[in-house]
Structure formats: structure tokens, C-alpha cells
């Protein structure tokens, strides 16, 4: 089993000076992870170009943590649908 890492919350903020209160909220928005251990808070590594890429809409752009709620919903039914459409074009070339 491979052992994930995490980066603590307090140090990432500290890091791109802001609130700890705007991951959470990131994380109410069901948006980022947060792992819980030993009275600290933390993210997974994975997440942490996806929790940098809606901090910059947040933070460059001006944008609510609502509206990069929905920015962040609907790249992903982008990307989704790409994907789809690779697939769809596979199959359609394999009956050509």
C-alpha cells in the first residue's frame, strides 16, 4: 500500500499569505480534501496543483469562492466531456 503525503494547511497559507478560513471554505464546498491527524489539518500532495489553481482564481482574478466553485464544476464537465469524445472518436475510427 502506498503511503500518502500531506502538506499541513497552516504552512501552505503561510505560504501564500492567506486565511487558513479560505481552504476550509474550499473544503465546505466539497473542493479540496482535508485530512485530519494529530490536531492539525492537512492536505494530500495530489490536491495541492488543483488548491493552487482555484487560490489564483480567488486571489489573481478577484473571483468568490462561489464563483470559483463553479469555474472549478465546470472545467471538469469539460475535461469529462473531452474525454468522452476521445473515446467516442476511438471507437468511430476502429468501424473506418
Do not use: W
Amino acid at each position: 500500500m502506498q503511503q500518502q503525503e500531506y502538506v499541513s494547511i497552516t504552512e501552505f497559507c503561510n505560504g501564500h499569505s492567506i486565511s487558513t478560513a479560505v481552504i476550509t471554505q474550499l473544503n465546505e464546498y466539497g473542493l479540496v480534501s482535508i485530512i485530519e491527524r494529530s490536531d492539525s489539518l492537512y492536505i494530500p500532495l495530489e490536491e495541492l496543483p488543483k488548491t493552487e489553481k482555484m487560490l489564483r482564481l480567488h486571489t489573481d482574478l478577484n473571483i468568490n469562492l462561489e464563483g470559483v466553485e463553479v469555474v472549478t464544476r465546470l472545467l471538469e464537465r469539460i475535461e469529462q466531456t473531452n474525454e468522452e469524445m476521445i473515446k467516442l472518436k476511438n471507437k468511430l475510427s476502429l468501424y473506418e
